[in-house]
């Protein structure tokens, strides 16, 4: 039989893994989402989200735009959000 703390250690070395890799997929901090119609129009709403919502506010602008070009800026550096933006309606 194992080991009290040798079990222990397995479950928190599990639980810390699951943890830091679900981390990586979440985000966090606020956020400014904007958009442009299939010809380059720019639209007049801009949306202000904190986040996970990035992505409420890019499937609404798709769904009710297809072919819109949705722009996600970090809020407090202006920077585009790597790997989401820009995005491509379908």
């Known amino acids: 039989m194992s080991h009290p703390f040798l079990i222990w250690h ?8 699951i943890a830091l890799v679900s981390g990586c997929a979440t985000t966090s901090g606020n956020y ?5 119609d299939a010809q380059g129009t720019p639209f007049k709403a801009t949306f202000l989200v904190q986040g ?3 992505y409420s506010a890019r499937n609404g602008i798709c769904a009710a735009h297809p072919g819109a070009v949705v722009t ?10 790597d790997g989401e933006s820009p995005y491509r309606c379908k």
């Open 72 to 81: 996600i800026r970090v809020r407090e550096t202006g920077q585009e959000l």
């Open 52 to 54: 996970r919502h990035i």
């Open 10 to 17: 397995r479950l928190f070395s599990a639980a810390l893994g």
């Open 32 to 36: 400014i989402v904007t958009a442009t």
